[in-house]
């Protein structure tokens, strides 16, 4: 069930009526007329083949505001592009598939890369960055961008209705808005990786280092990983877009850095919400939510030292200190939450989860002092066609070709 909470740093539209989708997609239709609705949606191959997306699919075919779909397909060889081609022209709305592994798309990163402006390491951020340059290249009548994953679960079209109303409300000023939702699936609860460690280390952080604004607006959102955001086109083209799993944090870093909080929101989109799960993977830091942490963690502590704050041993020992008391805390206030709620909880687990991730916290401050230099950042789209004038013709031109 909703409630009124308002934390004051950033506003949080909650759902208290359950309004019908139906009256939310009306206004965005009258809304998109004078400002046209995009949505990104970068997916893997593997997650054609998932029932997952099928679903989507089959949900975005009745939303009737969406002027552009971009979908930015990694890993997959010709076939599997020309599969995917054929798998979205279901779709009813005006869409392309960018195929990133592509000859043509590859010529696109080579020149990039003779600049030293091409993404270093593929994954999510990087195709989320060259959706957004294809918008920005080809699609000179679009104002509002989505985005969300390509493996929701429990995906309906009411969630992306939600997510883009406070952006293209022309009442409204915000200029982002991010979902959130309860990670409950199959009687249990997810989430793991904001709940047990993005909420206790923004407590231990604020303990070691006193009040801090950046603190202060993550500790805001509710869930802060939340892979579904909408934004004004204007936010997109200065945007600097981290390439690893700090992608949602990085972004959320990047809009506190070139606005005010005030034009900043975020919106219940689901009562219940379920996704394709990571592996912990306790014995390899290199994958699953084990280098997940890590990045995250490597993402506040360069934000944190941008504005000042030392990041040595000696506070990365208080920070892991703190966190793991914290967290251990928090461990038994979810118990007691599972239990009111008739949900399983398993503590040993949820207690092995929290010591890994303290241990990663020492390791993402070794990776930091050892390198504070990094930047993990993509350039801004507005930087690279100052760098490269013809590059978004070239882009346009790349996909459009992929897509005839």
Not at 168 to 188: H, L, Q, W
Not at 397 to 402: L, S
């Amino acid at each position: 069930m909703a409630d009124f909470h308002q934390n004051g740093v950033v506003s949080t539209l909650h759902n208290l009526t359950d309004r019908p989708t139906e009256e939310l997609e009306k206004l965005l239709v009258k809304y998109g007329k004078s400002r046209p609705i995009s949505l990104v949606l970068p997916s893997l191959f593997s997650e054609l083949e998932g029932p997952a997306l099928k679903n989507i699919v089959d949900q975005l075919k009745d939303v009737p505001y969406l002027d552009k779909i971009v979908i930015g397909l990694d890993r997959a060889d010709e076939e599997q592009y020309k599969y995917a081609k054929e798998f979205f022209s279901v779709l009813p709305q005006d869409h392309v598939v960018i195929w990133n592994d592509g000859p043509r798309m590859q010529e696109i990163r080579n020149l990039l890369s003779e600049h030293g402006l091409a993404p270093e390491e593929p994954g999510k951020g990087c195709n989320v960055w060259y959706c957004f340059g294809y918008i920005l290249a080809a699609c000179d009548n679009i104002e509002v961008i989505g985005l969300h994953d390509c493996d929701i679960t429990t995906y309906d079209r009411g969630m992306l209705a939600r997510l883009y109303y406070p952006v293209c409300n022309p009442n409204f000023s915000y200029v982002f808005s991010k979902g959130y939702y309860a990670r409950i699936a199959e009687g249990s609860m997810n989430g793991r990786v904001t709940r047990l460690l993005i909420t206790p280390i923004i407590h231990a952080l604020r303990e070691v280092y006193g009040y801090d604004p950046y603190l202060n607006y993550l500790n805001a959102f509710r869930y802060p990983l939340a892979g579904e955001f909408a934004m004004d086109i204007d936010v997109v083209a200065d945007l600097r877009i981290p390439t690893d799993w700090g992608l949602e944090v990085g972004i959320l870093s990047e809009l506190r850095r070139s606005y005010s909080t005030k034009k900043i929101c975020q919106v219940d989109i689901a009562d219940h919400y379920d996704h394709k799960h990571q592996d912990v993977s306790e014995d390899d830091k290199t994958k699953g939510l084990s280098k997940m942490s890590i990045d995250i963690v490597l993402s506040i502590f360069r934000k944190l030292a941008i504005s000042g704050k030392v990041i040595g041993e000696e506070q990365v020992r208080a920070v892991k200190a703190t966190y793991l008391r914290t967290a251990l805390d928090l461990v038994e206030m979810y118990k007691h939450d599972a239990v009111i709620n008739g949900l399983n909880y398993n503590v040993h687990k949820e207690e092995k989860t929290v010591e890994l991730f303290a241990a990663n916290i020492v390791e993402a401050g070794v990776q930091f002092t050892d390198n504070p230099t990094e930047t993990p950042f993509v350039p801004r789209w507005n930087r690279v066609r100052y760098a490269i004038p013809e590059i978004m013709d070239k882009i346009r031109d790349a996909v459009e070709a992929d897509n005839a």
